[in-house]
């Protein structure tokens, strides 16, 4: 009797581990998903950096010909 209880629980459990698992096209799909994923926000990102050089060289561009406008302060210090 606890044989047979024993084998019938062992059938049950792996049956039940086994029904649970996903099939393999399922986890190809969720993979082709979650890397589209992954492709679109690493374009957002390479899109923000894009912005941020063309933001920093434009403020560079500006401090360059802020320095050219101002006059030039004296090298020598004054005689006394």
């Known amino acids: 009797m606890r044989k047979t ?14 029904a649970c ?11 082709t998903k979650q890397t589209e994923q ?3 926000k690493m374009s957002e990102a390479q899109d ?4 941020a050089a ?3 060289a434009e403020a560079a561009k500006a401090q360059t010909e802020s320095n050219a406008a101002a ?3 004296p090298t020598e210090a004054p005689k006394n």
Do not use: H, R, Y
């Not at 923000?48 to 912005?51: D, Q, T």
């Open 21 to 31: 698992g996903k099939k393999p096209e399922d986890k190809a799909q969720d993979a």
């Open 71 to 73: 006059p030039a302060a």
């Open 5 to 18: 209880l024993a084998i019938a629980l062992m059938l049950t459990a792996s049956l039940g581990l086994a």
């Open 38 to 40: 992954v492709q679109e």
């Open 48 to 51: 923000k950096v894009n912005e």
């Open 54 to 56: 063309k933001e920093n």
